[in-house]
């Protein structure tokens, strides 16, 4: 199959199975790991595209789902693009529409055809078949588009209906390689599914590898399954994918899901998580997520997080805002100021831990990364780590609680 990247290997971690790439794509070069910021709608909530630009993004998402929408399929073929449509000259990523047979269950009937929706705007009919899902991502013009996925919630207890969703994926990603008419300038990943049963996501790796697409999704989890089984599920599937593809992992954006994602072998992440948390007022930090509506920082002049170095963190000094805990406490609960400056904080927090992470890894001093990591998390207390964390590492050769 046509491929529109190049995956340019740069490092590997000698004892976890953690890798360092550069993706180059249609617009611009793309370092991995990378956390990808979610523009649902062609628009990351509280960011314009020059402040996402600034916070070091260079690859985000857009929602095929929504933009087929609104603005329409005729509107984005007039302007030329998503790329036009937001002033965003860097890459992008579309899923298909999938994910809303969960999201927008109760507006969603799937058959072999495809999904038929209920808008959600004004509740008329819409079919998304893996043909239309792709002809409104050539129309979106996104340098990565995702297949059309058959999407099941990790915790259904109705194995043949997750059996037959995994199967069901792979013959919707036929027909989406036919359907797709940009393979020049737009690549198509395939989606492993198959819950958290390990036998099935093994036939599908197996399946879905055999079609060759420029790069690989594991999808369907971050559902609200145990962690555990999350890691089980990531894990078996690196381990069956080719090492010169690029590796997505779905709908993830906590800080400690991708620290240890990365030493299983993902590459990519996404997740609307960041901005979703600034508009409550959390801040994510080295030592955990502070709730900055809580009255204990309505007098703390100190920065959100002291070792950030985005705009709202820095000094004035070095040309940052210089803002504190207490002036983000402050316009946090009724100022929209609050959830747009925690949201530039948040994101920019998570694109430069994964530069940390792939320092560390082209260093090779990943175990240290992750033994430093969580001490800080947990203020050195060994004790409050996870069991899942401290199991999913040792199936990488890093114990946590040995020195």
Partial sequence: ?????????????????????????????????????????????????????ETSCRLCLNNTYHLGLKPGQATLDAIGGAHKLQSWPHNILTDSGGFQMVSLLELATVTEQGVRFLSPHDRSPMLLTPEH???????IGSDIIMQLDDVIATTSPDHARIKEAMHRSIRWLDRCIDAHKNSATQNLFCIIQGGLDLEL??????EMVKRDTPGIAIGGLSGGEAKEEYCKVVTTCTDLLPDHKP???????????????????????DCVWPTRTARFGNAITSTGVLNLRHASYSADFSAVDPDCKCTICRPVSAGGLGLTRAYIHHVAAKETAGAHLLSI???????????R??????????PQFLRGYFSTLYAGDKTKYPAWIVEALRGVNVDLMVD
């Avoid at 995956?7 to 953690?18: D, I």
């Avoid at 904080?345 to 530069?355: A, G, I, K, T």
């Fill in 1 to 53: 199959m046509h491929s529109a990247l190049t995956y340019q290997p740069v490092a590997r971690c000698s004892v976890t199975k953690a890798r360092a790439a550069t993706l180059q794509l249609p617009h611009g070069p793309v370092p991995l790991p990378i956390f990808m910021p979610v523009a649902t709608q062609a628009s990351l909530k509280g960011l314009t595209p020059h402040q996402l630009d």
């Fill in 133 to 139: 899902s792709i002809s409104l991502q050539n129309s």
């Fill in 201 to 206: 996501r093994k036939e599908c790796c197996e």
């Fill in 247 to 269: 590796r997505y992992v779905m709908g993830v954006g906590y800080p400690e899901d991708l620290v240890v994602s990365v030493a299983l072998g993902a590459d990519m992440f």
């Fill in 345 to 355: 904080h948040n994101v920019h927090y998570l694109l430069d831990l994964m530069r």
């Fill in 357 to 366: 992470i792939r320092e560390a890894i082209i260093a090779d001093t990943y």
